[in-house]
């Protein structure tokens, strides 16, 4: 966990450990992993969440695919362009700042409208009416409120988006559950924390207003694992893990029209550090039964070169020039696995 982001910024290594955002041990999985099904699913409602870096990913999917995503939920995460693809930034700005170091929103509404002007992002219209949910936890103390509050500040300067702040939950840096996961006030692995609430049903009904299903108990479809090497875009490395998860609804094996959801975990909270637990147990699973939404799992991987040691999505620039707009390694991967289970992005 990030104690002092300044003094750890001194040499490039420990930089990177402090953007371990999250701490976890487990295991990777090892069974053979099949392609992506081809499903029914309705392009035009397909969203996003994350948690900590995966906030940060979920945000740079909405505004490189806005013109296709419907809606973003960003947990402990802060606002879109924040690092500037620089890491010493993205320590110095992005997580704990000071209050004379916080992002300057201005500034960065000023980029994206930029971005979306040259292509590098879809056109800020498509923002219009998205759904947006910006959550942070009193107790969190490694993304601080006023950086997650940047988030939100974000969206209402570019304007079209409806935006929602909850933010008076005494949770630390973690995903909140019914009761899955360690104590609610720690940010220890598998960083599910057993707050008394549902932070997956939440996300789920902000940004599937209206649909009214009553949930069962426990999930009853399957959670499967698939090849993610199989969707490099253009062959090219995206600095992920081998196999990722998907998670299908009886409904939707079946053959019904469903709506996709994409669930980005944390830094050190992928399968080879805590197993399939955030895709077994953050929540979603029980509410895209009810909703009819397929939920893809990606997993990233840790490495050394490029300097990621603890698995972060790819909110600095670790992967190479253009990593949050529509030419970003990650985000094509992305594009080609929602494609393939049939949700296009662009």
Known sequence: MIQDSARLARTGAAAALAL?????????????????????????????????????????????????IAGVAALAGGPYGC???????????????????????????????????????????????DPV???????????????????????????????????????????????AGVACDQSETPYLGKCDFDGAGEILNKLYPGVGV?????????????????YRPDGKDAMLADTGYVYVPKACAAGETCSLHIALHGCQQNAEAIGDAFARDAGYN???DAMH????????????????????????????????TRDGVQLRWLANAAAALGAPLQ
């Open 20 to 68: 371990g955002l999250l701490a976890a041990t487990g295991c990777s999985p090892r069974q053979p992993a099949a392609n992506l099904p081809k499903l029914k699913l309705d392009p035009s409602r397909t969203t996003v969440s994350g948690l900590s870096s995966g906030a940060y990913m979920a945000t740079q999917v909405h505004m490189a695919f806005s013109d296709h």
């Open 83 to 129: 690092a500037e693809g620089s890491l010493e930034v993205a320590l110095s700005r992005c997580l704990n700042p000071a209050p004379d170091k916080l992002p300057d929103v201005s500034a960065l509404a000023e980029s994206a409208k930029a971005r979306a002007a040259s292509g590098a992002i879809a056109p800020l219209s498509g923002l219009e009416g």
């Open 133 to 179: 949910l910006v959550m942070h936890g009193t107790l969190d103390t490694t993304v601080g409120a006023a950086v997650s509050a940047a988030g939100a500040q974000l969206y209402r300067a570019l304007g079209g988006s409806v935006v929602e702040e909850d933010t008076g939950r005494a949770m630390a840096h973690t995903f909140p559950t019914l009761g």
């Open 214 to 230: 009553a949930v069962a108990d426990s999930a009853t479809g399957e959670l499967r694992s698939f090849d993610q090497t199989a």
């Open 286 to 288: 029980r509410w895209a």
């Open 293 to 324: 939404l397929v939920v893809l799992y990606p997993q990233t991987r840790a490495s050394y070169a490029p300097l990621n040691p603890k698995a972060c999505w790819d909110w600095w620039g670790y992967s190479g020039a253009g990593y949050d």
